[in-house]
């Protein structure tokens, strides 16, 4: 069974910085590539970012570029989201998901960004 | 970067058939393909559509999806509607360096 397993959020100060991890099991991580999607309270799904399969190519939404770093360690089984500069908008539940056949969705976990 | 514009809410009865539309702005809908997901409140999306017209496994035949290059627009159709159908959807699909989400449709199902 495919399991996607988000830690890391919490409430954080305007200007600082969150290291969200999702620890991925059930498949061959090192074979699909692998997103990050936001979704603020009340609000609807936002992409985030993306990485390919050997960690090759990255690619994210226009609001975080120079902010967030998205990262993968295949050995770990394990996808990464550094999130520096952190402002209030971007306070959201945020999905670790596996790209093939539409996503694959964890849990999420929520970042809160206030002071 | 092009948008995915949806309509906000669709409502119908039990039974009957609904559809929601899902436009891109710009470049072709048939370029890329669109998936469609299922949120219902308090918990994570789920994939009901992938590639157009796809179903995963474990998504009742009652879910389609299609395009139409026409109207540049994608179509998730639901029929023999029931109650937990009832929930948010959103379309989804990609160019060469973004992944883009529709801003989702709440159907209610009364």
């Known amino acids: 069974e495919v399991q996607l397993v988000e830690s890391g959020g919490g409430l954080v100060q305007p200007g600082g910085s969150l290291r969200l991890s999702c620890a991925a099991s059930?498949?061959?991580?090192?074979?699909?590539?692998m997103s990050w999607v936001r979704q603020a309270p009340g609000k609807g799904l936002e992409w985030v970012a993306n990485i390919k399969q050997d960690g090759s190519e990255k690619y994210y939404v226009d609001s975080v570029k120079g902010r967030f770093t998205i990262s993968r360690d295949n050995a770990k089984n394990s996808l990464y989201l550094q999130m520096n500069s952190l402002r209030a908008e971007d306070t959201a539940v945020y999905y670790c998901?596996?790209?093939?056949?539409?996503?694959?969705w964890g849990q999420g976990t929520m970042v809160t960004v206030s002071s | 970067n092009f948008m995915l514009t949806q309509p906000h809410s669709v409502s119908e009865s039990p039974g009957k058939t609904v559809t929601i539309s899902c436009t891109r702005s710009?470049?072709?809908?048939?370029?890329?393909?669109v998936q469609w997901y299922q949120q219902r409140p308090g918990s994570s999306p789920t994939t009901v559509i992938y590639e157009d017209n796809q179903r995963p496994s474990g998504v009742p035949d009652r879910f389609s999806g299609s395009i139409d290059s026409s109207s540049n627009s994608a179509s998730l159709t639901i029929s023999g509607l029931k109650t937990e159908d009832e929930a948010d959807y959103y379309c989804?699909?990609?160019?060469?360096?973004?992944?883009?989400f529709g801003g989702g449709t709440k159907l209610t199902v009364l």
């Open positions: 989804q699909s990609y160019d060469s360096s973004n992944e883009v």
């Open positions: 059930g498949f061959t991580f090192s074979s699909y590539w």
């Open positions: 710009s470049g072709s809908i048939a370029s890329n393909y």
């Open positions: 998901a596996r790209d093939s056949y539409g996503l694959i």
